[in-house]
Protein backbone atom coordinates (compact mmCIF):
# COMPACT_ATOMS: atom_id res chain seq x y z
CA UNK A 1 0.00 0.00 0.00
CA UNK A 2 2.84 2.37 0.05
CA UNK A 3 3.62 4.79 -2.61
CA UNK A 4 6.60 5.10 -4.62
CA UNK A 5 8.22 8.21 -5.46
CA UNK A 6 7.50 7.74 -8.94
CA UNK A 7 3.98 7.26 -8.14
CA UNK A 8 3.21 11.42 -8.36
CA UNK A 9 -0.63 12.70 -7.68
CA UNK A 10 -2.38 12.93 -10.96
CA UNK A 11 -4.21 16.84 -11.04
CA UNK A 12 -6.20 17.23 -13.09
CA UNK A 13 -9.10 20.35 -13.05
CA UNK A 14 -12.22 20.02 -11.06
CA UNK A 15 -15.55 21.54 -12.14
CA UNK A 16 -18.82 21.46 -9.81
CA UNK A 17 -21.36 18.97 -11.75
CA UNK A 18 -25.13 18.71 -10.54
CA UNK A 19 -24.67 18.51 -6.65
CA UNK A 20 -20.92 17.83 -6.64
CA UNK A 21 -17.60 17.44 -8.23
CA UNK A 22 -16.19 16.59 -11.22
CA UNK A 23 -13.16 16.16 -13.23
CA UNK A 24 -13.49 18.35 -16.13
CA UNK A 25 -12.07 15.41 -18.38
CA UNK A 26 -15.16 13.27 -18.53
CA UNK A 27 -12.79 9.79 -19.41
CA UNK A 28 -10.58 10.59 -15.97
CA UNK A 29 -14.04 11.33 -13.91
CA UNK A 30 -15.43 8.13 -15.22
CA UNK A 31 -12.12 6.42 -14.24
CA UNK A 32 -12.34 8.12 -11.23
CA UNK A 33 -15.36 6.77 -9.45
CA UNK A 34 -16.37 4.26 -7.24
CA UNK A 35 -19.38 2.09 -7.24
CA UNK A 36 -21.08 4.88 -5.25
CA UNK A 37 -19.70 7.29 -7.44
CA UNK A 38 -17.46 9.05 -5.19
CA UNK A 39 -14.63 10.95 -7.02
CA UNK A 40 -11.29 9.66 -6.13
CA UNK A 41 -7.86 10.75 -6.14
CA UNK A 42 -5.61 9.49 -9.21
CA UNK A 43 -2.08 8.57 -8.85
CA UNK A 44 0.57 6.90 -11.20
CA UNK A 45 1.01 3.34 -10.65
CA UNK A 46 4.48 2.78 -10.37
CA UNK A 47 4.91 0.36 -7.52
CA UNK A 48 8.45 -0.83 -6.74
CA UNK A 49 9.53 2.07 -8.41
CA UNK A 50 11.93 4.83 -7.38
CA UNK A 51 12.29 4.74 -3.84
CA UNK A 52 9.25 4.01 -1.15
CA UNK A 53 7.70 7.49 0.27
CA UNK A 54 7.40 7.55 4.07
CA UNK A 55 4.48 7.37 5.80
CA UNK A 56 2.93 7.34 1.89
CA UNK A 57 -0.16 5.56 1.30
CA UNK A 58 -1.23 5.05 -2.60
CA UNK A 59 -4.84 5.58 -2.45
CA UNK A 60 -5.71 3.03 -5.49
CA UNK A 61 -3.77 -0.06 -3.39
CA UNK A 62 -5.47 0.89 -0.60
CA UNK A 63 -9.14 0.79 -1.53
CA UNK A 64 -8.00 -2.64 -3.31
CA UNK A 65 -7.11 -3.89 -0.37
CA UNK A 66 -9.87 -2.67 1.63
CA UNK A 67 -12.79 -3.73 -1.14
CA UNK A 68 -11.04 -7.58 -1.14
CA UNK A 69 -10.13 -7.44 2.64
CA UNK A 70 -6.07 -8.04 1.54
CA UNK A 71 -3.48 -8.09 3.91
CA UNK A 72 -2.38 -4.82 4.54
CA UNK A 73 1.87 -5.95 4.32
CA UNK A 74 1.52 -8.90 1.71
CA UNK A 75 -1.61 -7.67 0.38
CA UNK A 76 -2.41 -11.75 -0.39
CA UNK A 77 -5.90 -12.33 1.38
CA UNK A 78 -6.73 -11.45 4.90
CA UNK A 79 -10.52 -12.74 5.03
CA UNK A 80 -10.83 -15.71 7.49
CA UNK A 81 -14.71 -16.34 7.41
CA UNK A 82 -14.54 -19.45 10.16
CA UNK A 83 -12.99 -17.11 13.04
CA UNK A 84 -13.33 -14.10 11.51
CA UNK A 85 -11.01 -11.34 9.99
CA UNK A 86 -8.18 -9.86 11.64
CA UNK A 87 -7.93 -6.24 12.02
CA UNK A 88 -4.90 -4.63 14.30
CA UNK A 89 -5.08 -0.86 15.78
CA UNK A 90 -1.59 1.22 16.40
CA UNK A 91 -0.38 1.44 20.28
CA UNK A 92 -2.46 4.46 21.34
CA UNK A 93 -4.09 3.82 24.94
CA UNK A 94 -7.11 2.77 24.24
CA UNK A 95 -9.92 0.18 24.73
CA UNK A 96 -10.50 -2.94 22.58
CA UNK A 97 -12.07 -2.40 18.81
CA UNK A 98 -16.28 -2.00 19.91
CA UNK A 99 -18.43 -3.41 17.51
CA UNK A 100 -19.21 -1.04 14.75
CA UNK A 101 -16.02 1.20 15.08
CA UNK A 102 -14.72 2.64 11.92
CA UNK A 103 -11.00 2.33 10.38
CA UNK A 104 -8.97 2.88 7.27
CA UNK A 105 -6.65 0.70 8.01
CA UNK A 106 -7.25 -2.84 5.89
CA UNK A 107 -6.96 -6.41 7.55
CA UNK A 108 -3.79 -8.05 8.68
CA UNK A 109 -2.55 -12.27 7.78
CA UNK A 110 -0.92 -13.69 11.18
CA UNK A 111 1.70 -14.44 9.49
CA UNK A 112 2.60 -10.83 8.73
CA UNK A 113 1.13 -9.99 12.04
CA UNK A 114 4.21 -12.25 13.47
CA UNK A 115 7.09 -10.44 11.10
CA UNK A 116 6.14 -7.30 12.66
CA UNK A 117 6.08 -8.39 16.07
CA UNK A 118 9.49 -9.95 15.18
CA UNK A 119 10.72 -6.66 13.77
CA UNK A 120 9.20 -4.62 17.14
CA UNK A 121 8.63 -6.89 19.65
CA UNK A 122 7.21 -4.14 21.82
CA UNK A 123 3.97 -3.79 19.67
CA UNK A 124 2.72 -6.98 21.16
CA UNK A 125 1.68 -5.04 23.63
CA UNK A 126 0.52 -1.86 21.55
CA UNK A 127 -1.78 -3.70 19.32
CA UNK A 128 -5.07 -4.23 20.44
CA UNK A 129 -6.57 -7.13 17.82
CA UNK A 130 -10.07 -8.59 16.81
CA UNK A 131 -11.70 -10.79 14.79
CA UNK A 132 -14.37 -9.23 12.73
CA UNK A 133 -17.55 -11.27 11.49
CA UNK A 134 -18.45 -8.79 8.75
CA UNK A 135 -16.65 -5.64 7.16
CA UNK A 136 -19.26 -3.23 5.66
CA UNK A 137 -18.28 -0.19 3.38
CA UNK A 138 -19.17 2.99 4.83
CA UNK A 139 -17.93 5.78 3.57
CA UNK A 140 -14.85 7.91 2.51
CA UNK A 141 -12.14 10.25 4.08
CA UNK A 142 -10.69 13.08 2.40
CA UNK A 143 -10.96 16.85 1.14
CA UNK A 144 -14.87 18.27 0.96
CA UNK A 145 -15.42 20.83 -1.71
CA UNK A 146 -17.72 23.64 -1.26
CA UNK A 147 -19.80 25.74 -4.22
CA UNK A 148 -17.29 28.23 -5.30
CA UNK A 149 -18.68 32.21 -4.10
CA UNK A 150 -16.96 34.30 -7.07
CA UNK A 151 -16.72 31.62 -9.70
CA UNK A 152 -17.95 28.19 -10.94
CA UNK A 153 -14.64 26.42 -9.39
CA UNK A 154 -15.19 24.84 -6.81
CA UNK A 155 -13.45 25.31 -3.50
CA UNK A 156 -11.67 22.39 -1.24
CA UNK A 157 -11.87 22.91 2.77
CA UNK A 158 -8.52 23.01 4.31
CA UNK A 159 -8.97 20.24 6.83
CA UNK A 160 -9.74 16.64 5.73
CA UNK A 161 -13.16 14.99 6.49
CA UNK A 162 -14.69 11.63 6.95
CA UNK A 163 -18.06 11.24 5.14
CA UNK A 164 -20.61 8.62 5.17
CA UNK A 165 -22.19 7.17 1.70
CA UNK A 166 -25.74 7.82 3.16
CA UNK A 167 -24.56 11.67 3.45
CA UNK A 168 -25.87 13.66 0.85
CA UNK A 169 -22.86 15.94 0.73
CA UNK A 170 -20.91 12.67 -0.92
CA UNK A 171 -20.48 13.89 -3.36
CA UNK A 172 -18.29 17.02 -3.15
CA UNK A 173 -15.82 14.18 -1.54
CA UNK A 174 -12.43 14.03 -2.92
CA UNK A 175 -11.41 11.07 -1.50
CA UNK A 176 -8.11 9.71 -0.76
CA UNK A 177 -9.12 6.71 2.28
CA UNK A 178 -11.96 4.28 2.07
CA UNK A 179 -14.17 3.83 5.80
CA UNK A 180 -15.30 0.64 6.23
CA UNK A 181 -17.42 -0.82 9.86
CA UNK A 182 -16.42 -3.74 11.90
CA UNK A 183 -19.47 -5.46 12.58
CA UNK A 184 -19.09 -8.40 14.91
CA UNK A 185 -16.04 -7.73 16.61
CA UNK A 186 -14.95 -10.13 18.95
CA UNK A 187 -11.39 -9.22 20.76
CA UNK A 188 -8.39 -11.29 20.53
CA UNK A 189 -5.29 -11.66 22.67
CA UNK A 190 -2.72 -11.83 19.64
CA UNK A 191 0.17 -13.39 21.87
CA UNK A 192 -2.60 -16.40 22.19
CA UNK A 193 -2.91 -16.32 18.26
CA UNK A 194 0.56 -16.53 17.11
CA UNK A 195 1.20 -18.92 19.86
CA UNK A 196 -1.98 -20.89 18.62
CA UNK A 197 -0.45 -20.99 15.08
CA UNK A 198 3.40 -21.93 16.09
CA UNK A 199 4.47 -18.20 14.74
CA UNK A 200 5.17 -16.91 18.10
CA UNK A 201 8.81 -18.65 17.88
CA UNK A 202 9.77 -17.60 14.81
CA UNK A 203 8.87 -14.07 15.88
CA UNK A 204 10.75 -13.66 19.00
ZN1 LIG B 1 0.13 -10.61 5.07
Not at 4 to 13: A, F, G, K, R, V
Not at 23 to 48: E, M, T
Not at 50 to 65: E, N, Q, S
Not at 85 to 96: E, I
Request: proline share 9%; with cysteine.
Amino acid sequence: MTSWSNEDEIHTPIIQRGNGIAYRDPVWDHHARDGSLVLWRQQKLAQGKGKPVWMGIHFARLRRAMDRLLCQVCAQPAEDTERGTLFLTGNTPRGPIKDRELTTHPPVCLPCAAESVAKCPHLLRGFVAARVAEVRPWGVGGTRYVPGLLSSRPMPLPEPERMSYDDDRIGWMHASHPFVELLGCRPVDLTEELLEADLLQGAL
